[in-house]
Nanobody
Framework: QLQLVESGGGLVQPGGSLRLSCAAS????????IGWFRQAPGKEREGVSC????????YYADSVKGRFTISRDNAKNTVYLQMNSLKPEDTAVYYC????????????????????WGQGTQVTVSS
């Protein structure tokens, strides 16, 4: 079965950190662009960060630049999102997605056409 599984979410105080993981099973991520997306209650799903299949190119939404870092370990078939200096407005369900034809420039504009999605992990930033 081909799937992505996110983990690492939880409750954290403002200013805290979390590291999300996105692990693939049933296929290798080597040739896929990977993106992290989030959806807060009552809002549309939005792109947070993307990484190219080689890991050499990355994209960050303005709202997370300087605070979040995306990385990948193709040997472990896993992509990570390190989130620092978390704010209450970062509260959302975080999803990872994989697609072979998307680039980091196009991925956030084609959510409805991405090949694989995880089930999501909840991140809550609150004191």
């Amino acid at each position: 079965q081909l799937q992505l599984v996110e983990s690492g979410g939880g409750l954290v105080q403002p200013g805290g950190s979390l590291r999300l993981s996105c692990a693939a099973s049933g296929f290798t991520l080597d040739y896929y662009t990977i993106g992290w997306f989030r959806q807060a209650p009552g809002k549309e799903r939005e792109g947070v960060s993307c990484i190219s299949n080689t890991g050499y190119s990355t994209y960050y939404a303005d709202s997370v630049k300087g605070r979040f870092t995306i990385s990948r370990d193709n040997a472990k078939n896993t992509v990570y999102l390190q989130m620092n200096s978390l704010k209450p407005e970062d509260t959302a369900v975080y999803y990872c997605a994989a697609d072979r034809t998307a680039t980091i420039a196009t991925m956030t504009a084609r959510l409805d056409r991405l090949a694989y999605w995880g089930q999501g992990t909840q991140v809550t930033v609150s004191s």
